[in-house]
C-alpha cells in the first residue's frame, strides 16, 4: 500500500472502510460551543499543561545525565508519554490555526526527546540508565511500549501536519528498535497498557512500511494469553485474560481496553481481517449496552480504573476517566469509518458533550480526572498551584500526580474538526452539528464546500449550505440522532419527516442551496434499564444530545439532593433562564430514622414545586457543590 497522504491532517487515516475521514484542511469549527472550547485549549490548556510539565520535572527528564540535566527520574513510570501527547495536542492546534509560536515550541520539544534517544533507537527516561531498571524489565507496569506508542502518535501528528521531520525520524528509530525487539524472532512480551498497537499501525498508514502493520498484528495476537505476570487486579485488568478474538465485552482497566480495541480495528481494516472487526464490534456494542453510564461515561470501579460487571453502575462511585472518554471516541470512531453505521456517531455525541465537555474548566487550567454522576459531599476548592495526589474524583484540579486527562482531552478537541463530516462513495455525510466551513473532493474528484451554521446544542435548527461545487449531482447524508423524535429536513420550502438513523438529499447542488435541519430539542425523562440496580426508581432528565443534572451550591443551598424526590408524571420543561424544571421536593433531613423498613411515612414531606436543573457539562463550576443526575421518583 502507498502512504496515506502525508499532510492529510487526519487523526485516523485508514485505507480502506465504509467512509473516509477529512482533515484539518477540509474541516474547520468556526463559531459555537466546540470553538469556544478549542479556543481554550489554545490560549489555557496547552500553556497550563506546559508549565505544570516543567514544574513536576517531566520535560527535564529528557535531559537525565547531561551536563545541566537532572541525576534522577521524576513523576510516574509513564511521565514521557504525557510530554508525547501534549505534542500531538500541540501539533493538531497548529494545524487548525497557524501559530508560529507554538511551533517552535514544538521544535524545542521535539530536539529535547531526541537527545534523550539511544544509540540503537531506544527512548524513554525512565528505565536503561545507570541506577534506574534495566529496559524492558518490567513489561506489566513499565510502559515502555506505551510511552512509545504516544510518541508514535504525536510524530504522525506532527507529520500530518507539517510534514516528515524530527519527530517522524526519532519515532520512526523507536518503532524499528520495538519491531527488533518483539518481533516474530524477538521477545514475545506485551505492554500492561495497549498504545502502541493503534500507534504502529498509523506509523504504516504514514509510511507504508509493512514492518509496522505486522508488529501491531502480533501483539494484538499475543494478547489474552496470560503472559503478563499474575496481580490482585487479574489479568483481565490489562486485557490479558482472553485472546481478543474470543473475548465477548471490554473488561478491565478501561482505558487500556480501549486503547486495545481502537487498535484491533486499525489492525482488522489493514489486514482486510473481517472477523476480526466483527468481534471488536459485538465487544464495543455489549460494552455499550451494559457497561456504560448515560453520560456515554466507561468505568465504574475506582480501585483498578476499571468497568464493572454488566450493569455495575453506580453513580456516587462512577470512575468515568476523561481518558476513557477519547479512548471510547478513539473507537468509536474507527468504527464508524469501517462500518458507516451511523449509531457510532450518536456514541460519539453522547460522549462528547457529557464527559468531554464536562472534563475542563472554563479557562482551560484546571480538569476532571474521574466523572461522578453523583456528589454526596460538596466538593472542595483547591488552590491553583497545588498538585493532587488522588486522581479518583473530587473537583477539577489544576494537575494531577497521574495527568493523563489535560493532553488527552486537548488531543481530541484540537483536531475535533476532522470528525464531524465524512466522505462516502459519492457524497458527503454530516455527523456532527457545529458551527463549521468544510471544502473537500469527492471520490470521483470533483470539489465541493459546505457550510454549517446552528446554535446546537442550545437550539435544534441547522442550517447545511453548499458554497461550492464542480456539479453533477452527489449525496449529502444527515445523522438524525436517535433522540431527535419529530426531526424534520427542509429542501426547497418542502419539509419532510426524518426519522432516527440518516437522511440524504441528493441533487445537483448549486452554490448557495441550502438544507435546512430541525432536531426537537424538548427536554425529556431517560429510565435506565431495571438490572442497573444502582439507579432503579429514578429517572434522568436529557435534552437534545444534553444531560442534565440537580445541582446545589454550598453557597446557595438548594436542599439535601439526597432527599431530593421528583415527579416523573410532569415532564420537564425549558425555564427561561436556560435551565430545565422539573416537579419535585426536598424534605428535611432526619439523621436518627433507621434507613429499612416499610414504606417511608411521607406525611411531612413538602409539596411539589419547580426544581431548576442544568446541564451537567456545567456543574462544579460554582464553587464547592453537591449533585447528582439519576433523580429519585416520588
Ligand atoms: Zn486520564
Not at 501483539?219 to 487486579?233: A, C, D, I, N, T
Not at 469509518?337 to 450518536?346: K, Q
Not at 429514578?538 to 437534545?544: I, K, L, N, P
Not at 427561561?576 to 421536593?585: C, Q, S, Y
Request: glycine share 10%; proline share 7%.
Amino acid at each position: 500500500m502507498a502512504a496515506s497522504d502525508p499532510t492529510g491532517g487526519r487523526p485516523v487515516d485508514p485505507s480502506g472502510g465504509a467512509l473516509r475521514p477529512l482533515g484539518l484542511a477540509e474541516a474547520r469549527i468556526t463559531a459555537g460551543f466546540w470553538a469556544d472550547r478549542q479556543r481554550v485549549i489554545s490560549e489555557g490548556s496547552l500553556d497550563h499543561a506546559r508549565a505544570w510539565m516543567d514544574k513536576v520535572g517531566w520535560t527535564a527528564n529528557f535531559t537525565i545525565g547531561n551536563a545541566t540535566g537532572p541525576a534522577e527520574h521524576r513523576g510516574r513510570e509513564f511521565a514521557d508519554s504525557e510530554v508525547y501527547k501534549l505534542i500531538e495536542a500541540m501539533s493538531w492546534d497548529t494545524g487548525r490555526r497557524p501559530d508560529p509560536a507554538r511551533v517552535r515550541e514544538i521544535d524545542e520539544l521535539v530536539a529535547l526527546i531526541g537527545g534523550a534517544q539511544a544509540a540503537d533507537g531506544y527512548l524513554n527516561t525512565a528505565f536503561g540508565r545507570p541506577g534506574q531498571q534495566p529496559r524492558w524489565s518490567d513489561l506489566a507496569w513499565g510502559h515502555e511500549l506505551y510511552c512509545a506508542g504516544h510518541l508514535i502518535q504525536a510524530a504522525v501528528a506532527s507529520t500530518r501536519v507539517h510534514g516528515p521531520g524530527r519527530l517522524l525520524e526519532i519515532a520512526q528509530r523507536v518503532a524499528d528498535h520495538v519491531c527488533a525487539t518483539f518481533g516474530k524472532d524477538g521477545s514475545t512480551g506485551i505492554c500492561g497498557h495497549p498504545e502502541i498497537e493503534p500507534a504502529l499501525v498509523e506509523l504504516y498508514r504514514v509510511t507504508g512500511e509493512r514492518r509496522y502493520l505486522d508488529q501491531a498484528a502480533l501483539f494484538v495476537e499475543r494478547r489474552g494469553h496470560q503472559s503478563l505476570p499474575p496481580h490482585h487486579f487479574g489479568a483481565a485488568y490489562a486485557s490479558d485474560d482472553q485472546p481478543v478474538r474470543a473475548a465477548t465485552v471490554l473488561r478491565g482497566h478501561a482505558v487500556r481496553a480501549l486503547y486495545l480495541a481502537a487498535g484491533v480495528v486499525d489492525v482488522a481494516v489493514e489486514t482486510g481481517d473481517t472477523e476480526l472487526l466483527r468481534v471488536v464490534a459485538a465487544q464495543f456494542d455489549r460494552t455499550w449496552a451494559r457497561r456504560t453510564y448515560l453520560t456515554g461515561g466507561m468505568g465504574s470501579r475506582h480501585m483498578d480504573e476499571a468497568f464493572g460487571d454488566d450493569f455495575v453502575l453506580p453513580s456516587d462511585r462512577a470512575y468515568s476517566e476523561s481518558c476513557a472518554a477519547v479512548a471510547a471516541i478513539m473507537l468509536a470512531w474507527r468504527l464508524l469509518l469501517a462500518t458507516g453505521e451511523t449509531r457510532y456517531a450518536d456514541m460519539i455525541e453522547r460522549i462528547l458533550y457529557n464527559v468531554v465537555a464536562t472534563a475542563i474548566e472554563d479557562d482551560g487550567r484546571a480538569f476532571f480526572y474521574a466523572h461522578s454522576l453523583h456528589q454526596r459531599t460538596p466538593t472542595r476548592a483547591l488552590p491553583d498551584d497545588e498538585e493532587q495526589l488522588g486522581f479518583g474524583g473530587g473537583p477539577r484540579a489544576p494537575w494531577f500526580e497521574v495527568s493523563c486527562c489535560l493532553p488527552n482531552v486537548s488531543r481530541l478537541l484540537a483536531s475535533l474538526s476532522t470528525y464531524l463530516v465524512a466522505g462516502d462513495d459519492e457524497g458527503l455525510r454530516i455527523m456532527q452539528y457545529a458551527t463549521a466551513a468544510f471544502g473537500t473532493r469527492l471520490p470521483d474528484g470533483r470539489r465541493v464546500a459546505l457550510e454549517m451554521a446552528t446554535a446546537y446544542p442550545d437550539d435544534g435548527d441547522v442550517t447545511i449550505r453548499v458554497t461550492a461545487t464542480d456539479g453533477g449531482a452527489w449525496p449529502i447524508t444527515l445523522r438524525i440522532p436517535a433522540w431527535a423524535a419529530g426531526a424534520t429536513v427542509t429542501v426547497d420550502g418542502v419539509t419532510e419527516p426524518a426519522g432516527a438513523g440518516t437522511v440524504t438529499v441528493r441533487r445537483e447542488f448549486a452554490a448557495g442551496d441550502e438544507i435546512r435541519l430541525h432536531l426537537p430539542l424538548a427536554p425529556r425523562f431517560s429510565t435506565p434499564d431495571p438490572r442497573i440496580d444502582a439507579v432503579r426508581g429514578c429517572v434522568a432528565v436529557e435534552r437534545g444530545p444534553i444531560v442534565y443534572c440537580a445541582e446545589s451550591p454550598v453557597a446557595e443551598p438548594l436542599g439535601d439532593l439526597d432527599l431530593l424526590r421528583v415527579d416523573p408524571a410532569r415532564p420537564p420543561v425549558d425555564d427561561a433562564a436556560g435551565g430545565v424544571a422539573v416537579w419535585a421536593r426536598i424534605a428535611a433531613p432526619d439523621n436518627r430514622r433507621w434507613p429499612y423498613g416499610d414504606r417511608h411515612d411521607e406525611a411531612d414531606e413538602p409539596p411539589l414545586a419547580p426544581i431548576r436543573l442544568l446541564p451537567y457539562h456545567r456543574w462544579a463550576r460554582r464553587g464547592p457543590t453537591t449533585m447528582r443526575v439519576w433523580l429519585p421518583s416520588v
